[in-house]
Nanobody, 122 residues
Framework: QVQVVESGGGLVQAGGSLRLSCTAS????????MGWFRQAPGKEREGVSC????????YYADALKGRFTISRDNAKNTLYLQMNSLKPEDTAMYYC???????????????WGQGTQVTVSS
């Protein structure tokens, strides 16, 4: 049974930082891309950042480049998202995903976490 569990969300002031973590269990013996997606109220879920198994290829949404950094530790089955210089428009539910298409899109994602809320106050 595959489980994807996020942690690290919370309330932060604009300009602050947060680090999200995600642990995926049950995906043994295969290589898989992981990623972070987010969904704000009234908006569609969008790809934030994705990273391949070896960590050599990463994708970032254009608006987030330079502020967010994705990384993974395969020995710990853990994915991270370091978020700096946060803005109120970054407020959303952030979802971790495992077995993600290389294009970092919602369609075709194999496994989703339950989400962790990030709220950025102005």
């Amino acid at each position: 049974q595959v489980q994807v569990v996020e942690s690290g969300g919370g309330l932060v002031q604009a300009g602050g930082s947060l680090r999200l973590s995600c642990t995926a269990s049950g995906l043994t013996g295969i290589s898989y891309t992981m990623g972070w997606f987010r969904q704000a109220p009234g908006k569609e879920r969008e790809g934030v950042s994705c990273i391949d198994w070896r960590g050599l290829n990463t994708y970032y949404a254009d608006a987030l480049k330079g502020r967010f950094t994705i990384s993974r530790d395969n020995a710990k089955n853990t994915l991270y998202l370091q978020m700096n210089s946060l803005k109120p428009e970054d407020t959303a539910m952030y979802y971790c995903a495992a077995s993600v298409p290389r294009s970092c899109v919602n369609r075709g994602v194999g496994y989703w976490g339950q989400g962790t809320q990030v709220t950025v106050s102005s």
